[in-house]
């Protein structure tokens, strides 16, 4: 009672302080965080985002021959990790917040990439695009063993050191 008595004063002095939203614009601070926002140009499909990202909101799927990066903001807690992880840079934070829908699968937002083979055995087992940055950057790996699966790899390393015995 005498905690709310005090408080009287300053809430006087203060005035309206909440906002009659949606009739007025909500504050929207600077460090506010919404939805992100995945660049398809700059993502890889490398799913270091999937795998930061605590409520699991962020998902790679494998649909035929290709890599979905699934971002299901009905699950996503605003809290930023998969910004600051991406190699990439390519997930931006949005101010964006009126994210409600009626339709669940508007809640979906999809990057699409295409999945390569394993020229042994056919499996897909990466995104062309993250497979092609790794052999820019590390000019010791031989074309014919970056084009293998990970087991076709490893069968393949074990046969050349062992002289196929
Ligand atoms: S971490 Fe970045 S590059 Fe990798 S899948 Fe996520 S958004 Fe794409
Ligand atoms: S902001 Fe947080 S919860 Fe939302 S997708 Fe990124 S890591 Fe997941």
Redesign the pocket.
Known sequence: MVKFVKIIPIALKVGTVTRKYPFERPLITESF?GA?EVDPVKCTGCGA?TR????K??SLIREGETLILR?FVG?????????DICPEKAIAITKEFELASENLSELNVDVEHELKKCVKCGATFVSTKLLNKVRSQVEALPDDIAELCPNCRRLEILKRFTGGR
Do not use: S, T
């Open positions: 965080r992100i985002c930061i990202c605590p409520p909101a962020l971002y699950k996503c807690i605003f809290c930023g990790m998969c910004a």
